[in-house]
Structures are given as C-alpha cells and as structure tokens.
C-alpha cells in the first residue's frame, strides 16, 4: 500500500495534531496539490477510528488502524472519483466493480452520485465498531452540483456521530455552503530544508531531490513520485532545449496527460522569464529564449485546452508529436 512506504512528512505530523486538539466535525482541507491533503485527511480519520488513539494520532495496532490498512472499515466511507479509488487501493462497491469489469463504462473521474447516496445512507447507520463514524471526500472539488447538495444536507444536520474530512486542492470550486459547513485548514507550505531532508528519509539522492523539487514547483508529493518515477533530473533539465529543437524524445515514455504538464510548466517559465520573474520549475540556464508574450499566451490556452481531453488521445504517440511540433513552432515564433 503506498502510504505503507512513504515515511509521514514531519510537517503533515504537525498538522495532524494541530487539527486533532480542535473540535469539530467536519475539517475542510485546503491548498494546492501535492502538499498531503489526502495524507492528513487519512490521518484524521485513522485518529478518529482508533481503539486506543492519543494526541498524536492512530495508534497503528488496533483493529480499527489494521481494518483501515486492509481497506476494509466498516466505519469508514471514502468517497473519491473510481480512478482515484482503483489507484490508491479502495475497494468500490459491488455494483460499480461489476459494471466496470464488463465493460459497460469507464471508471469515473468526478465522485457519482451513487456513492454518494451510499455515503448518506451510511452516516445514517450505527457505527458497527462503536467509535464513531467518519467519511473522507478527496478531492472534494470532483463532486458536480448534485453530489454537493446531497452532501449538504447531511453536514447540515450530521446524524450524530459522524465525522467529515474533505480534502481538496481546489477548495473555490466548492459550493460557498459547503465551505461554511466546514472547518477551513489550509495545507502548511514546508521550508525547502524540511522537504529535502524527508526525501532523504525516503532514499533520494540529495542532488536528484533538489532538482525534482524544482521541476515540481517545490511540492513535497509531487517531488516523491517524480523521483520515484525513474526519470532523471537531467532528462528534466535538457527537456526545454529539446523540445526547442522539436525532438520528441525529449518527452521520455511520457503519456499526454504528463507530457501536456510538463509544457504548461515550460510555458509558464517563459512566460515568467519574458517578463523578468525567476522561473519555478526549471533553472534559468536550461531555458530557451522566450518568444513573444503573444505566442506564450496563444500555447498557454491551445495547452489547457489540450489538458481536458488528454485523457482519451485517439492516438497517444501522434497527440506527442503534435504537442511537440505546435511547441517547437511557438518557440520559433516571432510574433
Ligand atoms: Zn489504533
């Protein structure tokens, strides 16, 4: 399980018991990604759960802490977009897995409003365990205007002991009225010398986790996978003059929907550079020189366009080399 082998940050440690000495029942977590919303979230309710917890969190021996190692809770409902659920290792429920399996439809990428019907009838339940109840929702934002107001009601008026988490990286596409029903914490942005000693911790070479952590813009998760991901830093470094060049190579193994990230990070450097700010995620000497601000701002929507539907390219190798002839071209642009 991934969060078996990933050492708890020192900061999300802080966090959690910051959060656990304050009441409440329903905590929304809040800030950009890869900061551990779903990490604390986790942790919350593993406290919340827990047989024998103390100030710091879980105990990690329980039944209530193994029932959640194994996935298996009968007091937890976690509610997340399928993909989000089949990637970190959550069971979905009976009908939804048979669905999947034959091939009736893909897993969803926003929470359907049958589970959420599921999670309302489960606060509703006794607690099977005797500890209380608790429902975590990551990321909060991938619920539409049904799923929302079906959660809203049961915030507004918890059935007693039920206990809400809703983690999220984009907390203003939230409905105000779900926001106000929530306790706000917004995620702690850890000192960079906290960040590369944790990585450390977790077996990255000092000088690969300063460059990861610059290519993904100072973010502690992000930083992880992306070491963990085999790419090099280099690989990383020579990514701008590559793509100049227009060779696709410079794009690695990479599916469109990561390939497509890491030009919005290129163009939003050249954007920044055109402009006399410090670049964020690649270092001042790797840059090309930036074309027009007009040609930057043309690439930067014809790149969020692109974002939306990266996720069914007809072709994932023609979609490649389409994104790297339109960048090569914006790069050579003179107007
Ligand atoms: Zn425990």
């Given at each position: 399980?991934?969060?078996?082998?990933?050492?708890?940050?020192?900061?999300?440690?802080?966090?959690?018991?910051?959060?656990?000495?304050?009441?409440?029942?329903?905590?929304?977590?809040?800030?950009?990604?890869?900061?551990?919303?779903?990490?604390?979230?986790?942790?919350?309710?593993?406290?919340?759960?827990?047989?024998?917890?103390?100030?710091?969190?879980?105990?990690?021996?329980?039944?209530?802490?193994?029932?959640?190692?194994?996935?298996?809770?009968?007091?937890?409902?976690?509610?997340?977009?399928?993909?989000?659920?089949?990637?970190?290792?959550?069971?979905?429920?009976?009908?939804?897995?048979?669905?999947?399996?034959?091939?009736?439809?893909?897993?969803?990428?926003?929470?359907r409003v049958e589970a959420m019907r599921d999670?309302?009838?489960?606060?509703?339940?006794?607690?099977?365990?005797?500890?209380?109840?608790?429902?975590?929702?990551?990321?909060?934002?991938?619920?539409?205007?049904?799923?929302?107001?079906?959660?809203?009601?049961?915030?507004?008026?918890?059935?007693?002991?039920?206990?809400?988490?809703?983690?999220?990286e984009a907390a203003h596409q939230l409905l105000?009225?779900?926001?106000?029903?929530?306790?706000?914490?917004?995620?702690?942005?850890?000192?960079?010398?906290?960040?590369?000693?944790?990585?450390?911790?977790?077996?990255?070479?000092?000088?690969?986790?300063?460059?990861?952590?610059?290519a993904a813009g100072g973010r502690p998760d992000?930083?992880?996978?992306?070491?963990?991901?085999?790419?090099?830093?280099?690989?990383?470094?020579?990514?701008?003059?590559?793509?100049?060049?227009?060779?696709?190579?410079?794009?690695?193994?990479?599916?469109?929907?990561?390939?497509?990230?890491?030009?919005?990070?290129?163009?939003?450097?050249?954007?920044?550079?055109?402009?006399?700010?410090?670049?964020?995620?690649?270092?001042?000497?790797?840059?090309?020189?930036?074309?027009?601000?007009?040609?930057?701002?043309?690439?930067?929507?014809?790149?969020?366009?692109?974002?939306?539907?990266?996720?069914?390219?007809?072709?994932?190798?023609?979609?490649?080399?389409?994104?790297?002839?339109?960048?090569?071209?914006?790069?050579?642009?003179?107007?």
């Amino acid at each position: 399980m991934s969060e078996a082998t990933v050492a708890l940050a020192p900061w999300i440690a802080v966090q959690r018991t910051s959060l656990l000495a304050q009441r409440g029942h329903a905590w929304l977590l809040q800030g950009p990604s890869g900061l551990g919303q779903y990490t604390l979230g986790m942790e919350l309710v593993r406290a919340w759960l827990c047989d024998a917890p103390t100030a710091q969190g879980a105990c990690g021996n329980c039944g209530s802490c193994h029932a959640i190692d194994v996935r298996t809770h009968a007091d937890l409902c976690v509610l997340m977009p399928e993909v989000q659920m089949m990637a970190l290792g959550w069971p979905l429920s009976e009908k939804a897995q048979a669905d999947i399996d034959d091939k009736k439809r893909k897993p969803s990428r926003e929470i359907r409003v049958e589970a959420m019907r599921d999670a309302v009838e489960f606060a509703q339940r006794t607690s099977a365990r005797g500890r209380g109840k608790a429902v975590l929702v990551y990321p909060a934002e991938q619920m539409n205007h049904i799923t929302a107001n079906a959660l809203l009601k049961t915030l507004e008026e918890p059935p007693g002991d039920v206990r809400f988490v809703l983690a999220s990286e984009a907390a203003h596409q939230l409905l105000p009225t779900i926001r106000s029903r929530c306790l706000g914490h917004t995620m702690v942005w850890p000192a960079e010398a906290d960040m590369l000693q944790w990585l450390a911790g977790q077996g990255v070479e000092p000088a690969a986790a300063a460059a990861h952590l610059r290519a993904a813009g100072g973010r502690p998760d992000d930083t992880l996978a992306l070491a963990r991901s085999g790419r090099s830093p280099q690989a990383w470094a020579a990514l701008p003059q590559g793509i100049a060049r227009g060779d696709v190579a410079a794009l690695g193994d990479w599916a469109p929907a990561q390939a497509i990230d890491a030009l919005q990070k290129l163009c939003h450097d050249l954007l920044a550079a055109s402009m006399g700010a410090a670049p964020r995620y690649f270092a001042p000497g790797d840059l090309p020189k930036p074309p027009p601000l007009g040609a930057l701002t043309r690439w930067s929507r014809a790149l969020a366009k692109e974002a939306r539907t990266a996720d069914h390219p007809f072709n994932a190798g023609l979609m490649l080399e389409a994104l790297v002839a339109q960048a090569r071209n914006i790069l050579h642009s003179r107007h």
